[in-house]
């Protein structure tokens, strides 16, 4: 099933993520290492299932890492609104992700409304949405929409900011 | 019996006062929504809505999840005829036979046999579920840690080999959620595990969190990074939504076979809805006078796997309600509400809270009967939530991610983590792992870690006490199964397939 096309050239992108793993199983397994236990109670202490996950993680990421020198390529998922003969395209991940590292710096201090707003805007342009006139009152909208709903009605807390809310 | 059908009416009692009805309608409605709409689905509707049910009473909750649940299957399968793109996997074969229907102008009858039969298979595996549930819930009273221990691992194993292509990148995705559960305060020897030396991180990474950020903000990166530029042919509703003579003659026969045949294998620790529909597919092509009709829209090749799909989605709750174990991402998440709740679904909820329990399966009639009312003539309306440009479906799936998450307690650190998770969703997504191991490990992770140590504990630290009693010796030799089977098969199809090229080239 997940034979790529190409069987002799490394995809790298498949390397780094099959790394990752490894790294991740390393991350589990040091820390499991690292609990302190009584002897007694070892076998049914806190250790158990942190070892077992870091191991399981570094079979894994060997596993793949081995998968990935021979040219095995993961096949990526199938979803609406996919093209799915195109090549992952960086560029609006990046835009996205932009807009989320903002909108985690902005929320405490714009407020949620505000804040929100921008995402909707950011997410949009990552989707090439571009007319600014377009998604900023729909965005707007939505956000008040939605806070006016969570605190009037739900008595959930969202910051005002800078609104007179 | 006798017992069952009273419980049943005490639970209809429940289901139906006004507030419930109310419930079940909210519920039914959003998941019609949220199953037609792509980029959000039942598991992420549901996870998005436990902060705001936190203050909910718990049977109201779980009347609406449930028709979220079951309305998110009715949705699923009119995208899936109306656009010739198959979303979630259970859908794909009604995408094939209900597309080219649609195709044909034959889109009405499509979408109400599809309907009709998700009516009719939901109610058949509802009624099987009411029954079954009982004496399997009695059954599971009979089980130690250990045997608890040995069902979560073939539910592991078994999820594992069933989603997705690679079972590698299944095991991986499963481990990563396993270990996602571990971070926090051990419960039992309350030492910190994995915090970083936070203060955060010593209650744990939220279950809300790690859903939200998989399921929206990863699929949200997903898809932006290979985005279909041109806009979607919607294919018009054309015919009458009152099937003919001859499409009733065909279709009932399909619903009902589906049913018989989606509720076991939903039931079982194999869930999910996908194998289900194929078999379903499979068999009404076999059965079909008019085989030649099928992938040109065989109306049998959708009331079969339409009703296969609903009648798994029931059989889905029968292991989450009698035994707590969930086969889907949909039911993991619904365990994690029950938690939330205080409640640990099992043998013991039949007794200790069986308002909520009966009132529950109910509200599965009531909501079925509603999402038949709400699909037929309606139709129309629903369909127009296709036609929403997708940049702002989209950036609004974010906003509300963002606020079901920044909710729960105004934390930056929790946003922070909810990007951090949805870019690893992202990657997963690229390249080929699927997100539900990772979600189901790390919900039912803890509850296995529980039983494991609850069954050494009771052995003093024996370890074959996981395989001397007969029944969790049983379930893992299954679970072994689970893993080996299909590696075997593999290694076998690709042997006989380079048997045929060589002689393709000897030749």
Known sequence: MELGASRRRVPWGDLLVALGVLALGGFFLQGALALRVLPSYARIGPRFFPILVGVALLVCGVALVAQALRGVRGVPEDAEDIDAGAQADWVPVAVIGATLALHALLVGRLGFVLSTTLLFMGVALGFDERRVWRTAPVGLALSLAVYLAFTKLLGLRLPAGVLPL | MIETLEALLHGFSIALTWQNLLWAFLGVTLGTVVGILP??????TVALLLPVTFKLDPIASFIMFAGIYYGGMYGGSTTSILLNTPGESASIITAIEGNQMARRGRGAAALATAAIGSFVAGTIATALLTFLAPPLARLGLAFGPADYFALMVLAFTTVTAVLGSSLLRGLTSL????????VGIDLQSGQARYTLGTLELLDGISVIIVAVGLF?????LYVASRYRRAPQDVEAIKGSIWMSREEWARSWRPWIRGALLGFPLGGLPAGGAEIPTFLSYGLEKRLSRK???????????VAGPEAANNAAAAGVL????TLGIPTSATAAIMLAAFQQFGLQPGPLLFTRAPDLVWGLIASLYVGNFMLLVLNLPLVGIWVRLLTIPRP??????????????YSLGNSVVDLITLYAIGFVGFLMRRFGFPVAPAVIGMILGPLAEQQFRRALSI????????FTRPLSLTLLIVAALALVVPVLLDVRAKRA????EGAAQAG
């Open chain 2, 291 to 301: 085989p030649e009709e099928f992938g040109k829209g065989a109306i049998e090749g």
């Open chain 2, 497 to 500: 397939q380079a048997r045929r």
């Open chain 2, 392 to 405: 702002l479906l989209y950036a609004g799936i974010l906003v509300f991610a963002t606020l079901g998450v």
């Open chain 2, 39 to 44: 980029g959000i689905g039942p598991a992420l």
């Open chain 2, 459 to 466: 052995s003093q630290g024996d370890y074959s006490v996981f």
């Open chain 2, 175 to 182: 481990f990563f959620g396993i270990g996602l559960g571990l």
């Open chain 2, 318 to 321: 029968v292991p989450l309600l």
């Open chain 2, 216 to 220: 929206a903000v990863g699929e949200t």
